[in-house]
C-alpha cells in the first residue's frame, strides 16, 4: 500500500508547480495553504469530514443490525418467511441509490402525513435511512454465506446436547459466523463512505456538498474536486488499512486456535 505520507506530498507538490506556473488553466491558489484564502478553502472542506465519518458509522451499525434481521428468516422451515426475504433482498438491491434517497427525503414524509404524523426528515437522517436500507440487502446476503459457511456437524452437535434451532443459532452458529464475516462487513463500511456523497444532493453539508459550494464560489471545479478526490481516498485508505488489519488479526487467532 502506498503510504500516506507520499501521497500528501506529491499533492502538496503537485498544487505549488500548479501555483506557481504561468497557465492560465490552472488555478491551484483556490487551495494553496500558502494564502489565506486557499487555506480557508482547505479547512472548509476538510469540516465536511466529521459529517461524512458520522454519517457512514450510523447507516453501517443500522445496517448490521437490518441485515442479520433480514438475514435470519432465510434460513426457516417456514417458505412464507424465506420468501419475504428474498423479496426484501432483491427489491431492495434493484433500486439504485438515489431514487431511494429522493423518495425516503422527499416522499416519506408525506407518508407520514397521511397517517396523521407530523414527522420531517432532514438531510442528515433521510441520508441515515437510505444508506441503512440500501446497504441491509448486501448486508443480509453476508450474513447468509457466513452462517452457511458453518458445517451441519456444528447444528447437528448443537441438536444432540439438546438445544433449541434458536438456541443452536444464537451459542453456536452464530458467534462461528460472525467472526467470518467481519471482514466483508469492513469492506461494505468503505461502500457506505463512498455512497455517502449522494447525501449532498438533499443539502447535507458533507464533504461533496462542501465541495460543491467552494466550486460555484470560485468556479475552480478541477482543484476543488482533485482535493475532493484525496479526501475520499485518504479516508478509504484508512479504513482499508483498519480492514486489512482485522483481517490478519482474524487469520492468526484461527491459526492459533488451530
Given at each position: 500500500m502506498?503510504?500516506l505520507?507520499y501521497?500528501l506530498?506529491?499533492?502538496?507538490?503537485f498544487?505549488?508547480?500548479?501555483?506557481?506556473g504561468?497557465?492560465?488553466?490552472?488555478?491551484?491558489?483556490?487551495?494553496?495553504?500558502t494564502t489565506?484564502?486557499?487555506?480557508a478553502?482547505i479547512?472548509?472542506?476538510?469540516?465536511g469530514?466529521?459529517?461524512?465519518?458520522?454519517?457512514?458509522?450510523?447507516?453501517?451499525?443500522?445496517?448490521?443490525i437490518?441485515?442479520l434481521?433480514?438475514?435470519?428468516?432465510?434460513?426457516?422451515?417456514?417458505?412464507?418467511?424465506?420468501s419475504?426475504?428474498r423479496?426484501?433482498v432483491e427489491?431492495?438491491?434493484?433500486?439504485?441509490?438515489?431514487p431511494?434517497?429522493?423518495w425516503v427525503?422527499?416522499?416519506?414524509?408525506v407518508?407520514f402525513?397521511?397517517?396523521?404524523?407530523k414527522?420531517?426528515?432532514?438531510?442528515?437522517?433521510?441520508?441515515?435511512?437510505?444508506l441503512?436500507?440500501s446497504?441491509?440487502?448486501?448486508?443480509?446476503?453476508?450474513?447468509?454465506?457466513?452462517?452457511?459457511?458453518?458445517?451441519?456437524?456444528?447444528?447437528?452437535?448443537?441438536?444432540?446436547?439438546?438445544?433449541?434451532?434458536?438456541?443452536?443459532?444464537?451459542y453456536?452458529?452464530l458467534?462461528?459466523a460472525?467472526?467470518?464475516?467481519?471482514?466483508?462487513?469492513?469492506?461494505?463500511?468503505?461502500?457506505i463512505?463512498?455512497?455517502?456523497?449522494f447525501?449532498s444532493?438533499?443539502?447535507?453539508?458533507?464533504l461533496?456538498?462542501?465541495?460543491?459550494?467552494?466550486v460555484?464560489t470560485?468556479?475552480?471545479p478541477?482543484?476543488i474536486y482533485t482535493?475532493?478526490i484525496?479526501?475520499?481516498?485518504?479516508?478509504?485508505?484508512?479504513?482499508?488499512?483498519?480492514?486489512?488489519?482485522?483481517?490478519?488479526?482474524?487469520?492468526?487467532?484461527?491459526?492459533?486456535?488451530?
Amino acid at each position: 500500500m502506498i503510504k500516506l505520507k507520499y501521497i500528501l506530498a506529491l499533492f502538496f507538490i503537485f498544487s505549488f508547480v500548479g501555483c506557481s506556473g504561468n497557465s492560465g488553466n490552472w488555478g491551484w491558489y483556490v487551495i494553496d495553504p500558502t494564502t489565506k484564502s486557499g487555506l480557508a478553502n482547505i479547512k472548509f472542506l476538510v469540516g465536511g469530514f466529521g459529517a461524512t465519518i458520522l454519517l457512514s458509522l450510523i447507516a453501517a451499525l443500522i445496517s448490521i443490525i437490518l441485515g442479520l434481521i433480514v438475514a435470519l428468516p432465510s434460513f426457516s422451515n417456514n417458505v412464507f418467511f424465506r420468501s419475504l426475504n428474498r423479496i426484501y433482498v432483491e427489491f431492495i438491491r434493484a433500486i439504485p441509490l438515489l431514487p431511494m434517497l429522493f423518495w425516503v427525503f422527499y416522499g416519506l414524509p408525506v407518508i407520514f402525513q397521511s397517517l396523521g404524523l407530523k414527522i420531517q426528515i432532514d438531510a442528515f437522517w433521510g441520508a441515515v435511512i437510505t444508506l441503512a436500507i440500501s446497504d441491509s440487502a448486501f448486508t443480509a446476503e453476508i450474513y447468509r454465506a457466513g452462517i452457511q459457511s458453518i458445517s451441519k456437524g456444528q447444528r447437528e452437535a448443537a441438536q444432540t446436547i439438546g438445544l433449541t434451532q434458536y438456541q443452536a443459532m444464537r451459542y453456536v452458529i452464530l458467534p462461528q459466523a460472525i467472526r467470518r464475516i467481519l471482514p466483508p462487513l469492513a469492506n461494505q463500511f468503505i461502500y457506505i463512505v463512498k455512497m455517502s456523497a449522494f447525501a449532498s444532493v438533499i443539502g447535507m453539508q458533507e464533504l461533496t456538498r462542501r465541495a460543491n459550494e467552494i466550486v460555484v464560489t470560485e468556479y475552480r471545479p478541477l482543484e476543488i474536486y482533485t482535493l475532493l478526490i484525496l479526501e475520499y481516498l485518504i479516508l478509504v485508505l484508512v479504513i482499508s488499512f483498519g480492514v486489512r488489519w482485522l483481517e490478519r488479526k482474524l487469520g492468526s487467532d484461527e491459526s492459533n486456535s488451530n
